[in-house]
């Protein structure tokens, strides 16, 4: 790592030689300065070396981008979604992929060789062609139809993705702060109790209204964010600060996390983490085993944005189902605090505790 | 013309002022360009300059940072790591400055100021004054904006984009302090600054074209210049109203943006305002802003790449339209910033659509540009390298536009290094390379000499490969889920692979930072000892060319021209030379003139003798009037 250091600093070191050098060169060259001679050519060797440069560019540009995509494709692009939505996206992703990158290819051999084979040359004029109306609407029309063909792909993906949730969704709380992640649960009745910023505290992190809304007395709270697979979930985002925003990279989720108004993204986990590792074991990722889901910040909140994350797990349905079922309630692990804050209408089976 | 009509002329024009009047406070629009110029070389400098400090960070995580003490200061912690809230304010910084002070200020101010009377035939602006107070508010606000980089508890470092409520509450980060409060004051002078000078730009180009200079046959520079003036007088007020409620909330307990928040142990009791409207009317500029600070670039590369390529632009009507069509339409698409933010779905949907529209003229430009090329006789000065590479990386920048305005698409990559990606080379970089192909193409007017083009050539190449080095490898950290402004990437597992690319990645930028001090090194060594510059060293149409090697105050010595042709009279069949300038009637080149000039051709004749006669008559009226 220092050694790259030393490298660039090296390479600088070369660069300020070659600078002073020149700064002696043109001293001399400026010492008799004269009018250039309006009979040389105009250009010198200069421009045919330049124009040569484009096309080296080209190959070197595309041979990197190439071999670097492929050899390290493992590394850096994600799994096969985990989510339904998201093979989609990821379709949709790579469809338009391949068509920019026929259009950056085809501009760039135009752009890259044009220089070299246009190169001034002393006794030829350039063609005078000012304007061709039949081009113009060809290039107006054909990225108007490849767009339109894209955009309406995307549009139905897009409209699938933001339709409302089934109604036998799963709903989830997330709840964003600086600089961590709080979720919940609706417990047995599946509803997630209304809450109200001005009941949080340090206890109560997520300010259940528990007078408002009974229904909070059997929320309860985890402290990773559990999915059961191939059940549709709501996720029902919020922050109590400043924005975050939920990103389930796996997943292809993102939201932001806005105080004052909640927001929503549902879609529906499809493998758990061990269905993963074993796809990536299949094509030899060596970070197979170490695969984690991962739920991270994507909207700026301070300094420890960075480092704004919580763990996700998907469990198949029936193991999700008895770890939900197992969960004790928030309530009633915090009776204590109801009664101390005189919460009138606390259930009997918990009062009595 | 005569020499007693030139004395004259000489006469009305020529103020001698004092230093003071002449240099700092001159109401001399290229006085006032050069200034705009340099700040912005120095804002470049200081803004490149953060960038390459976090990428210390982000490329070399485990790096002992202790030798950049002596600049940062405590920012670097006794281990020698760079501070986390810092790295945020250096993010933020490199934002404002590089998109305000530099692309906008440098290139519109720059140039527009430069270019606009130069090119139409004016002797200046249309309020010289405003044109002084333009620049003058400009350094008022880089003033406050420097001093916010030396306080206590550091400069705003939220984001370029300020959104509330981290902006709007310093319990959610130090900088949301008196740093943010002087980022908003600067700001608030800038956008002043802006509107003084897009007002004086279109008043010049409407009312101030010298005889002949119809709207088509503006340079498309000067088209370019007044659509970008006509964007900004529109959005900018509108980030000025979101400064100033922004003020408000912050200052006065307003809830314009604030609403249900527990920080810091307490709830506050702003109730009812509206996070997302903020960004509305942020990005309700933000969106415009990016074709502020590309137009210009755009209208630059269109000049140099015609002259240089020998042959007029391809499609001159075609790249106008197409500058009025992105102009409308980049004043509603800027929700495709927000397609994550909760927005009704819906709005989504018309936004994705007609963000997809703003393609359509974009890719005319490019094909436009590319044709322009195609069977020229190209010359390959610095301006024309550093035009060709513009071309290029607008293309690139432009193609993952079409990912990221696909609402679906968006989810996955929004706020990831793609976007970082995205948006550097598009808008970044090309704007960045426009402006310097019109420092090293105009150079010679503004100075008198010649830049050294071999140091531009090592100029143009060591930057255009840094450019890809640095920006194109993001695609892969993006399209991976890497999200944007982490201080490390080590803290977080998916994202913790990407220490071999991101130390490229900062080795690149690095290394392109300081091939730019060669730039500034040609740059003030040519001012004063380059070669003297020929009356027009790239044998371009304009009339800039006309004037004198050192212009004055005024800038034409005697009569303005009067303008006959369009300004790309390149490569005409039958001409004697391969350009034939604006200032040269139709009727002193029948050989070369099309069916439709020659016909303009005896207008002029008939017009010339008309004007004639009526000088004569008049001078028989005064000779009359005289010996009465």
Redesign the interface.
Known sequence: MNGLLIAAVGVLFLVLMALIYRVFMLVRVAKDTKEPNAKDSRVGMSNKVNSILFIVFFFVLFASIFAYGFSEKVKYILPESSSIHGIEIDFLFWLTTAVTFFVFIITHILLFFFPYVYRYKEHKRATFIPHNNQLEIAWTIVPAIVLTALVVTGWTVWSDITDPAPEDALHIEVMGHQFAWKVRYGGKDGKIGKFNYMKIDPTNQVGMDFEADESNYDDFMYNELRLPKGRPVLLKIRSRDVLHSVFLPHFRVKMDAVPGMPTQFWFTPTKTAEDVKKELREINDPNAEAFQYKLACTEICGGSHFAMFMNVSVLEADEFQKWYDSEEAWAAKNVDYLKEKKIKNIPSNLASN | MSDTTHHDDHHDHEHHGNFWTNYIFSTDHKVIAKQFLFTAIFWAMIGVGMSVIFRLQLG?P??DLSFLKPILGKWIDATGKLD??FY?ALVTMHGTIMVFFVLTAGLSGTFSNYLIPLQIGAVDMASGFMNMLSYWFFAAAGVIMFYSLFIETGPAS??WVI?P??SA?PQ??PGSGLGMTLWLSSMALFIISTLLGGINYISTVINMRTRGMSFNRLPLTIWAFFITAVIGLLSFPVLFSAALLLIFDRSFGTSFF??????G?E?LPN??????LFQHLFWFLGHPEVYIVLLPALGISSEVIATN????I?????MILSIIGIAVLSFIVWAHHMF???MD?FL??IF??LT??I??PS??K???Y??T????????TPAM?FS?GL??LF??GG??G??L?????D??????YFVVAHFHLVMGSASFFGMLAGIYHWFPKMFGRMM????G?FHF?TT??GV?AIF??MH??G???F???????T?????G??TD?N?FIS?AA??TF??Q??FV?NFV?SMF????A?ANPW?SNTLEWTTPRFPGHGNWVGAIPQVFRWP?D????GAKD?FIPQHIPYSETPESNLPFEQKLAEFEKQEQQEGIRIQKESQITTDNNENV
């Open positions: 070399f485990d790096a986390k809230e945020l939220g984001g959104y409520p981290l509450l959610a980060m604030l609403s249900d928040i527990y920080i142990g709830a109730q009812g305002g509206s996070a997302i390529s020998r042959k007029p391809f499609g001159y009507h075609a994550v933010t909760g779905p989504g949907t994705m659509f997809l529209i393609a359509v890719a005319v490019a094909f436009n590319i044709t090329l195609w069977k020229g006789n190209l010359v390959f390298l060709i071309i290029s293309i690139v193609l993952t079409i990912h305005a696909s609402a679906a698409i989810i996955q990559l929004h706020d990831t050294d083009a071999k140091m050539y190449w255009f490969i890809y194109f490898p892969f950290i399209v991976a889920g999200p944007r402004r982490y201080y490390s990437h803290a977080f597992e998916p994202f692979l990407f690319l130390m080795t690095i290394l300081f091939a001090f060669v090194f060594y000892k380059g070669r003297l020929p044998k790309y390149y490569s005409k069949p391969d």
